[in-house]
């Protein structure tokens, strides 16, 4: 199983950026979904962004436009670029991996230990 460690948070303004980076130890390549998540006091993780093993992404509506995801196989890291953040973006972000059971061989999810963003007004 892998171990992600998130780093890049910080305190920004409104329309301003950030870049989240997760490390991950092991080998990347064999994850078949890597992802950020927000949780913020009081609600549930939601999904932010999410890259595939072939490089597809998605993202949360709210996000869309303004975040991008990458992962860098060669590196083990995967990125969001936040941009043109709004003070609803703050949170604590989760690097999130998985790895989905084949035949017999069981599959895993892996957690960072989160980093705070948070946008000023």
């Known amino acids: 199983q892998v171990q992600l460690v998130e780093s890049g948070g910080g305190l920004v303004q409104a329309g301003g950026s950030l870049r989240l980076s997760c490390a991950v130890s092991?080998?990347?390549?064999?994850?078949?979904?890597m992802g950020w998540y927000r949780q913020v006091p009081g609600k549930q993780r939601e999904s932010v962004a999410i890259?595939?093993?072939?490089?597809?992404?998605h993202y949360a509506d709210a996000v869309k436009g303004r975040f991008t995801i990458s992962r860098d196989n060669a590196k083990n890291t995967v990125s969001l670029q936040m941009n043109s953040l709004k003070p609803e973006d703050t949170g604590v972000y989760y690097c999130?991996?998985?790895?989905?059971?084949?035949?017999?061989?069981?599959?895993?999810?892996?957690w960072g230990q989160g980093t705070q963003a948070t946008v000023s007004s």
């Open positions: 092991g080998s990347i390549s064999d994850v078949n979904q």
């Open positions: 890259i595939t093993s072939v490089g597809s992404t």
């Open positions: 999130n991996a998985i790895k989905f059971r084949v035949g017999t061989r069981p599959g895993y999810v892996a």
